[in-house]
């Protein structure tokens, strides 16, 4: 087994016992140079809200898209695309990836700007 089946095989329990809570779920995703986070709705058929490094708007307030603070200002902009589509509750879907880093830094930010987990 190599790393990304087991990743994977990590990210399919976790979105089994989401989806069993009936949340959206913030679902974040990791490369060496980017991070992405979607809001997905709690049947999981449509993306509620979406913010990445790869945006402009985010792109504009950070020098590197590939370090902590790159996943500060997405944790902060998900956060309030998600408070104006009226979503407060969310699950967090680390997508396998641990829980430190990048993946703590943008959870930490949308906690601190509203998001509930």
């Known amino acids: 087994m190599n790393k990304k089946t ?9 979105r089994a016992k989401i989806f069993e ?3 959206p779920r913030l679902c974040v ?7 992405y ?6 049947n999981g058929t449509e993306v509620i809200a979406a913010c990445s490094t790869v945006q402009a708007d985010v792109k504009k307030e ?3 898209t590939g370090n902590k603070d790159a996943a500060k200002a997405v ?8 408070k104006a589509a009226g979503v407060t509750a969310v699950a967090f879907d680390r997508s396998g990836f641990k829980y430190h880093g990048r993946i703590q830094e943008l959870a930490d930010s949308a906690r601190a ?5």
Do not use: P
């Open 6 to 14: 087991a990743r994977l095989r990590r990210a399919k329990k976790t």
């Open 21 to 23: 809570l009936q949340v």
């Open 29 to 35: 995703h990791r490369t060496s140079q980017h991070i």
């Open 37 to 42: 986070a979607q809001l997905i709705s709690a």
């Open 62 to 64: 950070i020098s590197n």
């Open 75 to 82: 944790g902060k902009s998900i956060a309030e695309k998600a």
């Open 113 to 117: 700007n509203g998001l509930e987990f």
